[in-house]
């Protein structure tokens, strides 16, 4: 039996995903020892994982970008964040490591000092990306500000003056705080972002095409699975089984970024829609709400049963939220607010999978005029289903896992 130790970083967003992938590495006979959020730890030692909470100083350091007054300096903000928790989650990954003695391990790209840790072991191991990628490729417009893929002898134009700009901000924020958790452990300094995740063992990249774009340079180390969407096990709410008509899903970032008036412009927007409208409180403090008699605000509601049922989802653009909706083919309204959004947002439109609306031009009435044209869009929805499917979910999450890391190679 091979015992596998999985650590994340402190956000919902990027344990939920995951939970399906050790779902299935358990049912194929491996052994699951996790780290995660304190407040997940019950619920994840009932899958029959050796749960344990990751450092309270990690959970302690929660993110601040929603501060920033620009992308740059959100950035900054972010890349502090996960810098000062890597100082806490090495030895944290290290000691479970001497606890667990395990045969391999699967780490969050979010969390730096577990990477560093996990290379620096020399056992194998993989790590998980739930977000868009920031790789360079010929084929796909410099990450981050949300560009469509280039056209033409324009578009590239665009690319070659913009890309040594965009990545060249990213680096500068990001190359500094990877290398210093890098030189504590002894490792050798990365040359550019890229490098994390070319060097990596084994990437899987919780997305597929056509959602992301398609490239012909992904690095051999990346595997797309597609988005191994799971909702915490929940009987649906009576509420929700009287309901007859559609429904419209509105979902926050499960790590804060003070956008709850997403909910209240919803509220707004389709308070005369024949539509019943279904929110869950955004993290962080409970905010107060006008809520209208055809919605409902919920702290917590399995997404599936609603998505099951909806005609559109409105998000702020977090991926697993977004690929969740579209995982069932329903179209997706995205208003984002930052981090990795306006990429995801981006990917939604080029899809034709839904519709994009700024958070700085958040209305009720250009919301409203977004969800509607998002409602016709199911076709696009379907497509991104379809290839989410053939990517294989979990099941090539743990096939790629096996083949990669737990068979032995043979040298020719």
């Known amino acids: 039996m091979t015992r596998i130790l999985a650590y994340t970083s402190p956000a919902r967003g990027h344990l939920f995903p995951l939970t399906a992938i050790l779902d299935e590495l358990r049912r194929r006979g491996h052994h699951i020892s996790l780290r995660t959020l304190a407040d997940e730890v019950p619920s994840m030692q009932a899958r029959g994982f050796e749960a344990q909470p990751v450092s309270a100083q990690v959970e302690a350091l929660a993110m601040d970008d929603w501060h920033a007054g620009n992308p740059s300096k959100a950035l900054e903000r972010a890349v502090r964040t996960f810098a000062a928790r890597a100082k806490y989650d090495a030895p944290d990954l290290r ?169 209240q412009t919803t509220f707004e927007a389709l308070a005369g829609e024949s539509v019943v409208v279904v929110a869950t409180l955004p993290a962080g403090e409970p905010q107060r709400f006008h809520v209208p008699a055809n919605a409902h605000l919920e702290r917590f509601v399995p997404h599936g049963a609603v998505l099951d049922r909806a005609v559109c989802a409105i998000t702020h653009g977090g991926m697993g939220a977004t690929q969740k909706a579209l995982a069932r083919g329903v179209p997706v309204c995205v208003v984002p607010f930052g981090r990795d959004q306006l990429e995801v947002a981006r990917r939604v439109e080029v899809a034709g999978a839904g519709t994009r609306l700024p958070a700085s031009r958040l209305h009720p009435v250009r919301l409203r005029a977004k969800v509607r044209a998002a409602m016709t869009m199911t076709a696009g929805a379907k497509r991104v289903a379809e290839g989410f499917a053939a990517a294989g979910g979990p099941t090539a999450a743990a096939d790629a896992f096996e083949a990669r890391l737990l068979t032995p190679q043979v040298s020719v």
């Open 95 to 263: 000691e479970s490591i001497a606890e667990d003695r395990p045969d391999a391990l699967i780490v969050d790209i979010n969390s730096w000092g577990g990477l560093a840790t996990a290379e620096s072991w020399g056992g194998p191991w993989a790590a998980f990306c739930p977000y868009p990628l920031a790789l360079r490729s010929p084929d796909a417009p410099p990450f981050g500000p949300g560009l469509p893929p280039a056209r033409g002898p324009l578009g590239r134009l665009r690319d070659r003056l913009l890309g040594p700009l965009v990545f060249g901000m990213i680096e500068k924020a990001m190359l500094p705080g990877l290398n210093g958790v890098r030189d504590s452990l002894n490792l050798s300094p990365l040359g550019e972002v890229d490098d994390l995740f070319r060097r990596l063992p084994l990437l899987l990249y919780l997305t597929a095409e056509p959602f992301e774009y398609p490239r012909r340079d992904w690095p051999p180390n990346v595997v797309m699975v597609g988005p191994c969407a799971w909702d915490p096990p929940a009987d649906p709410p009576a509420w929700l089984t009287a309901i007859k008509g559609p429904l419209v899903l509105v979902t926050t970032s499960s790590e804060f970024q003070n956008d709850g008036r997403l909910i």
